[in-house]
């Protein structure tokens, strides 16, 4: 049938979320006051960071301030909505949290019988209930959603059984994609930490054992920086050229092989821009410092990014992880000004231990290997949140049907 939120089963309802709950949606403490140690937690919006809310991280206030404002106590099964800043986030109560107050910057939502508060949580994070509360939004750079828009939002009710099935079906796809989450920062964690063994020779690869030696970059590689043709001049862009720029590095990742922008061959001479070949190291200079890429073509660059070209004894691949594990350090180097810079001159004087060519591209060889392993996961990652959102706006709108 054709409803307000749009066409649903015959068996379906279609309430307000105020219907849908079982006291008035009503925000929380005022006025909080200094932290009270063993006092009243309390719900504040950065407490919503996470994916569950976390007792032990919270603030307390007294149990005065918190009795004065009893009807937003929270209990377990109820939800929580950020009525600003992180508009239309919903984090459950837990049987931990239970007991605890809420802010003025956060609504507490009381499911009443009828309604499932894991179905009401997922709807609440569908895409046309999310919708309809950016609508009602007051604000520009900070946005918020009133008590009485909040109440007024409306969303569609499954029956009971159907409302378990779905809120079941993507928990389970919920926890899938938290494990994979989990997965890729255990990954990437285990390879900072072979970042750290393998390219300062704490730990050495089978079958190597030769001294390394302590070499100046400048030494190994040639350098130089890029160039922006007038960005008002159109005839200087779109054409086959790829142009660098950090946000392409910050994208990409380890290989660069596309950009969002191209030069002409007018806007290449017209610049002091020059060409770098395929397996150039690019490393920027300013904004984003330390950011360092490979380039997986032929390409032309920002003035914010430094080419390197190794010359001889230098891998490619060994110099990219070496420069990405000095990222840390590299930013207190930087000369400061308006923004942290680095000039050509401090990179050729980074000194490093270099091993044999053969253990550089060893070494190279594991961490790409880690690397492709963490990029196959967070293409499974992304595959996984798009099935989600494709279930919910199916479950949630009935679609598809569970019962």
Not at 5 to 28: H, K, M, N, R
Request: one cysteine or more; aromatic letters at 6%.
């Amino acid at each position: 049938m054709q409803t307000e939120v749009g066409v649903i089963p015959e068996d379906w309802a279609v309430a307000s979320l105020q219907d849908a709950c079982q006291e008035t949606i009503t925000y929380g403490i005022v006025q909080c006051g200094k932290h009270v140690n063993n006092g009243i937690p309390y719900v504040r919006v950065s407490d919503m960071d996470k994916p569950d809310l976390d007792v032990d991280g919270m603030l307390r206030t007294s149990p005065a301030i918190a009795a004065r404002f009893s009807r937003s106590t929270v209990q377990q099964g109820d939800l929580v909505y950020a009525l600003r800043g992180k508009l239309g986030e919903v984090r459950q109560v837990s049987s931990s949290v239970a007991g605890a107050n809420l802010t003025q910057g956060t609504a507490r939502l009381s499911p009443k019988e009828g309604v499932l508060s894991d179905y009401l949580m997922w709807s609440m994070r569908s895409s046309h209930v999310v919708r309809q509360s950016e609508v009602e939004a007051k604000g520009t750079t900070f946005r918020e959603i009133t008590l009485e828009d909040l109440r007024h939002i409306c969303l569609p009710i499954a029956p009971i059984p159907e409302q378990r099935a779905i809120a079941v079906a993507l928990s389970d796809v919920d926890s899938l994609l938290g494990g994979l989450e989990r997965l890729v920062l255990k990954k990437r964690n285990l390879k900072q930490a072979a970042m750290q063994q393998l390219l300062t020779g704490q730990t050495r690869l089978p079958g190597f054992s030769r001294e390394w030696e302590i070499e100046r970059l400048g030494d190994l590689a040639e350098m130089a920086s890029g160039g922006t043709p007038l960005s008002s001049v159109s005839a200087y862009y779109g054409g086959g050229i790829p142009w660098v720029s950090i946000a392409d590095m910050t994208r990409a990742g380890r290989v660069i092989d596309r950009t969002e922008k191209t030069l002409t061959l007018l806007g290449l001479e017209k610049s002091v821009a020059q060409m770098f070949p395929a397996g150039t190291v690019l490393y920027a200079m300013y904004a984003s410092l330390g950011e360092c890429s490979i380039a997986g073509m032929p390409v032309c660059t920002s003035q914010a990014i430094l080419g390197i070209r190794p010359k001889r004894d230098l891998h490619n691949g060994f110099l990219y992880y070496f420069l990405t594990l000095l990222k840390t350090t590299v930013k207190s180097l930087g000369q400061q000004g308006t923004q942290s810079n680095l000039n050509k001159g401090m990179v050729e004087d980074f000194r490093f231990p270099l091993p044999s060519c053969e253990e550089q591209t060893a070494i190279a060889t594991v961490l790409a290997d880690m690397d492709a392993e963490i990029s196959a996961l967070l293409a499974r990652s992304d595959k996984t949140r798009a099935l989600k959102q494709a279930m919910m706006q199916e479950l949630l709108t009935g679609k598809t049907r569970l019962v």
